[in-house]
């Protein structure tokens, strides 16, 4: 989302910009010469077609709805654009160590699916969680469970991170559903 | 962990972020206002009226020249906000040279090219590192070193995490002669196969 931000940034920079230089065009253009028509934008006519609307017509409602919706796209795109780094323990003053949640949850993953009886595995990742979900065709989640989660919390004990993330596994296995 | 180094590890998105958040707030506002006007929250009467009221206008007419001249300075600024915003996010990430010596009459720089790619060669010896990537970023008063590396499979994170300030950085630091050389480390682990010992 970070990226996407980055590149809607400009555009909406020069959108601000274009509507704050039709605004003050219009305005200047009036104040100076206020008999003669308006020079981009049709204004006077745009007032006149909006005379003919009241707030409860459905156009209207429409655009308020979709006010309201680029509203929340924009904020949510706003709110999701934040780091999401991984910190480690800084080595020294001065030095700041970071990795990225998606590498966390390869090294977790390359762990887990070396370990015996895991098939395949999906690993998500994050500062303050680290999640498992493992299938396997051999052993039971009970019998599986224990070990990944041992496995998982030594590898990311062994890491030298800021705070420690909280270790969830779940297996799936066709042997527990017999 | 100082505020530069921290600062140092990726571009910051606050200023995108926050303006979007403003605008976002903006149109949010603006749509429920009509949204709840149109529903009748404020009384039915308001809701059949149209939306090009006659009393505001009326008030527009009288304060004429006022109300003009407050959009001209509304739009104005709204156009500085807006090239600002534009071109600030446009903007290239800055690379300052590293002034080592800025006393009157002598001026010594290293370029922060050339600093990127003496620590770039340090950084890829150090056991396990596969590729390292290297920029100077800040502003000249306060820069930083961006490192980014990609290590193999199977590399000792701790080692290499030990290794980075005594190795790298120290070695950056003696080099250039600099007391302090702020860096922003971003490790990407298990990024590579690693060597199999046969």
């Known amino acids: 989302m970070r990226i996407l931000l980055r590149l809607l940034s400009p555009a909406l920079g020069l959108a601000v910009a274009g509507v704050g230089a039709l605004i003050a065009l219009e305005a200047g253009w009036t104040l100076a010469r206020p008999p003669s028509a308006p020079l981009v934008v049709p204004w006077k006519q745009w007032r006149d077609q909006l005379t003919g609307f009241t707030w409860s017509d459905s156009p209207v409602l429409v655009v308020g709805g979709a006010l309201v919706l680029l509203g929340l796209l924009l904020l949510v795109l706003a709110g999701s654009a934040r780091r999401h780094d991984v910190p480690l323990t800084d080595p020294a003053d001065d030095v700041t160590v970071v990795t990225s949640p998606r590498s966390l949850a390869r090294l977790v993953g390359h762990r887990v699916r070396a370990e015996d009886g895991v098939r395949s595995a999906s690993v998500t990742a994050g500062r303050k969680k680290v999640r498992v979900r493992a299938t396997s065709g051999l052993s039971t989640e009970a019998e599986l469970r224990p070990t990944l989660t041992s496995t998982v919390n030594d590898l990311v004990g062994s890491l030298p991170l800021a705070s420690k993330p909280r270790v969830q596994v779940v297996v799936d296995s066709p042997k527990d559903r017999r | ?198």
Not at chain 2, 104 to 120: M, Q, Y
Request: glycine share 10%.
């Open chain 2, 1 to 198: 962990m100082s505020s530069r180094s921290s600062a140092a590890v990726a571009r910051s998105a606050g200023t995108d972020r926050t303006l979007t958040t403003l605008l976002a707030l903006v149109a949010l506002a603006g749509g429920v206002v009509v949204l709840l006007v149109g529903a009748g929250v404020f009384g039915s009467g308001r809701a059949g009226r149209s939306l090009v009221d006659p009393i505001a206008i009326d008030l527009l007419r009288a304060n004429r020249s006022l109300a003009l001249v407050l959009a001209l300075v509304a739009g104005l600024l709204l156009v500085l906000l807006g090239l600002w915003w534009a071109l600030r996010s446009l903007r290239p990430e800055s690379k300052p040279d590293l002034v080592l010596d800025g006393s009157r009459g002598s001026r010594l720089t290293v370029s922060s090219g050339a600093i990127a790619e003496a620590v770039h060669a340090d950084a890829e010896t150090v056991p396990g590192v596969e590729r390292a990537r290297v920029r100077l970023v800040g502003d000249p008063d306060n820069p930083a070193l961006r490192i980014t590396l990609w290590l193999r499979q199977g590399s000792d994170v701790r080692d290499i995490w030990n290794g980075l300030d005594t190795q790298v950085l120290s070695r950056a630091r003696d080099a250039l002669g600099v007391e302090r050389l702020p860096a922003a480390v971003r490790i990407e682990l298990d990024a590579a196969e690693g060597s199999r010992v046969s």
